[in-house]
């Protein structure tokens, strides 16, 4: 380019800015498709262009990490409940607990009452619903 133009000042003219090479083979890490220019994310499959990858997979694991201290497993063996009653037995005491701080809300009047004696009664059949289930999952076999 500076060919054609005999009497240009060089500080004026400059060479295009040159991109790494890096950057111009960027692909996508799940379907390893070139990125276009400038895009966030991949024309194919969608995924994010500058997500980290082992951090994405962890993302959802964070949520399990206290249910994995409690090893269900350990505590269905000490009180000898296999795991499925040993769930539905947590969420009968925990139906229980809803029941009973049934009783801490305020009463204006009758008709407050009634329903809040209404819910109640729902809690507590959904812990007997829920002890039952606990008692018919529990396995008929002794374990040796």
């Known amino acids: ?3 054609l133009v005999h009497d240009t000042q060089h500080e004026f003219w400059r060479p295009p800015a040159t991109q790494p090479a890096a950057a111009l083979a960027d692909a996508c890490r799940r379907c390893d498709t ?3 220019v400038g895009a966030a994310f991949c024309h194919v499959c969608g995924s994010n262009r500058h997500r980290a990858s082992a951090t994405a997979a962890r993302n959802w694991r ?3 990490e ?3 201290t409690l090893d269900f497993a350990r505590v269905g063996d000490g009180i000898g409940l296999p795991l499925p ?3 539905a037995f947590l969420a009968g005491v925990g139906f229980l607990v809803i029941a009973l701080s049934m009783g801490l809300m305020s009463v204006r009047d009758h ?5 809040i004696q ?3 009664i729902q809690w507590l059949l959904a812990a007997c619903a829920a002890f039952l289930a606990g008692i018919l999952l529990k396995s008929r076999k002794p374990e040796n």
């Open 1 to 3: 380019m500076s060919d």
């Open 34 to 36: 070139e990125f276009m």
């Open 62 to 64: 964070k949520y399990f």
């Open 66 to 68: 206290a249910a994995r």
């Open 85 to 87: 009653s040993l769930s």
């Open 111 to 115: 008709s407050d009452f009634e329903a």
């Open 118 to 120: 209404f819910w109640r």
